[in-house]
Structures are given as C-alpha cells and as structure tokens.
C-alpha cells in the first residue's frame, strides 16, 4: 500500500487490522512527513504490529497533484507483491506513477477517491486521470457521492464504496468518568480555512446563553482572523485556541468535549468529503453537529444534528437546544457511539478491503 494519509498515527490502526487477516502480507510505504497550509505532519509511529512501515524520499512534498515517490520502482521490483494498493487520487501524479510501474510488474492494482465534485483537470493530470481511469483492477470511493463522480466522469470497473480510514472503538471511548453537567463544552476541530466556516461557529456562539466554554483546535491561514472575530464579538475570554494535537492524543480531547461542530460552507471547488472529525467525536461519546454540506448528513445520520449549511441563527438554535436538554445530548452521544461502531471502526473497514484484496487475486 502507498499511503501519505498513512503517517497519522491513529489511522495505523486499520493496518494492523488488515495486517491480522490470514494469508495478508503487508507492506506500506508513506512519506517522513507531509507539509501543506497547517505546516509539516511528521510520520507517527503508533500501530505498527503485524506490517512493515517503510518510508520512501517524496517529491515535491505538499504539492497535492505533482508529489510522487522517486524510488517506487526499486521497492516494487524488490517486493514483486501480487497487488498494489495506491491510496491516492486517481487524477494525481502519484497515482499514475504508482499504477503504470505497478502493472509493468504484472500487480493488480487499485485506488482511491473521495472526490465528489465533478471536475475536468488540465493536462497533463487529464491524462494520467483517463489512464488511471481505464488501466486498474479495482477502485474504492469514499462516499457515494464520490461513485457518481467517477461514473460520470467514464469509469467502467469493479469498485467499492468504503470510507478511507475508521476509528479504533478501544482508543476512541468514552470517558469512564461522566461529563461535567456545566459548562457545555463546545468544540471545533480541523483546518482553520474559508470552508470549513469557523466563522460561522463564533458567530453562532455569540448571543449563545447559559454556561458554555469553546475550543477551536487546529491551525491554518484563517487563526489571525477569527481570533479577531471572537474577540470583535466579546466571547474571545470563552473561546480557546489551541494548535493541533498528535493524533494519539486526541481522543482525550474528545472525552472533554460534549458537542463538536463542523460548521463547513460549500465551494465553486469543494464540498465536504467525509468529516472524519464526526466519527471520532461520536465513537467519544460526544454529540456531532454538522452543516448539511457534502457528506456530513450521511455520515450524521440520525444519531446527531444537521443545520442549513451557512444558517448562523439555525445553528445557534441546535446548539441553545442541546445546552438545554442534557438527556437528549446524551441520547445523541448513545447512538452516535452506536452507529460508529456499525459503520465506521478500522476493522469493519480493514475487513472489506481485505474482501476486495481476495477477489482480485481469485
């Protein structure tokens, strides 16, 4: 498997489930680090049991499109493995670099996509996108927004709807100790960018009543700006900001939260893929409140609250709502927990990757 994605400590976790399945030997190779507008994300090491974890020099690192990995070819003729497993998008360099040294070896191959917004790339990532297209053995979308897309767009092949990654139900838990009753703890995690409406969360926050505290984890270009904003609003003395945490250590976090908002806005060039932040805050015990922007209300379901995307008064309703009513934030933070470990823990999904693995190769 090539996997940048893969560096994030928490998300080891579906290898090792992969790697526990009979007869799978498993080798991932990722970057040292990945750098885009939040900074450098180094490589974490923390599931590591059963697979080898190799790190292979990246080129142009942070470049979404154009980053690659100049001595792939070594590793596949050393390794001759019977598939590889492109954990990229399939319009990407690295994708088709991937995939076109992976069948000269004769590997079955496979990628991945949570693009769910129909886009024409120029050339030559067109290119590299039609024969990535018509030359792999199997693809696995992230959402079924993300099929619809690659159908349109003229794939015929076998594929899958799976998210990319789940949460581990062990590490993501609730607290053994109950929640303090006040104040509501409020929270925001991820990008601090244009569409993912950080803004609307404080603008929302303000005029809140009652006993609540927020948090806004995560860093980006946007920080300066909202800081300003809370403090423009005069809740700045109730709102922390905290930069991001490793991945190992946020399901601490999530124990002290009761709600977590991602308030995403939709983009001419960008719609909520997933919102990994929910499953998390969810398999925590946690309450998910989400703008009904891309897959946030598939992901919801019915076991947290979907508001108009971009309606401030709307969400400040939901979340003067649950502040009021704390048998329901608990109901809610039951089954979100519930519906987590239905749909959405890594072995679940390393189990259907692995399905898909024994077809192939049948």
């Known amino acids: 498997m090539l996997s940048k994605a893969c560096i994030v400590g928490a998300y080891q976790r579906k290898l090792e489930e992969l790697a526990a399945v009979p007869d799978l030997d498993l080798l991932v190779a990722v970057p040292a680090y990945w750098r885009d507008e939040r900074g450098v994300t180094p490589l974490e090491r923390a599931h590591t049991v059963g697979y080898r974890l190799e790190t292979l020099p990246m080129a142009f690192n942070g470049n979404f499109h154009l980053h690659f990995y100049p001595t792939l070819g070594s590793l596949l003729k050393r390794e001759r493995p019977d598939i590889v497993h492109i954990d990229e998008e399939p319009y990407n360099l690295a994708t088709y670099h991937a995939n076109v040294l992976a069948r000269r070896l004769k590997a079955k191959t496979l990628w991945f996509s949570w693009q769910n917004l129909l886009r024409n790339y120029p050339f030559p990532f067109s290119a590299m996108e039609c024969y990535n297209l018509r030359h792999v053995d199997y693809a696995l979308m992230g959402s079924q927004s993300a099929a619809r897309v690659w159908l349109e767009k003229g794939y015929r092949g076998a594929f899958s709807v799976l998210p990319q990654f789940g949460v581990d139900p062990e590490i993501f838990c ?17 990008r601090l960018v244009p569409e993912k409406g950080v803004d609307l969360f404080i603008a929302a926050l303000q005029g809140l009543d009652g006993a609540w505290r927020a948090t806004i984890l995560g860093s980006g270009p946007e920080r300066e700006r909202l800081m300003a904003q809370a403090q423009s609003a005069g809740i700045a003395d109730r709102i922390e900001f905290r930069p991001p945490l490793p991945s190992t250590e946020m399901p601490g976090f999530y124990q002290q939260v009761d709600v977590l908002v991602l308030p995403s806005r939709t983009q001419p060039n960008w719609t909520e893929q997933f919102g990994r932040v929910l499953i998390e805050t969810m398999a925590c015990g946690a309450v998910a409140v989400g703008a009904d922007s891309g897959e946030i209300p598939v992901v919801i379901g019915d076991a947290g609250i979907v508001f108009p995307e971009a309606d401030v008064p709307a969400l400040r309703e939901r979340l003067a709502q649950l502040m009021r ?18 749909q959405f823990t890594h072995r679940h999904i390393a189990l259907e990757t692995a399905r898909v693995y024994q077809g192939l190769l049948q």
């Open 325 to 342: 009513d704390g048998a329901l934030r608990a109901s809610l933070a039951q089954a979100g927990r519930a519906r987590v470990l239905s």
């Open 174 to 190: 609730p607290p053994i100790a109950p929640r303090p009753l006040s104040p509501v703890h409020l929270a925001y995690v991820g």
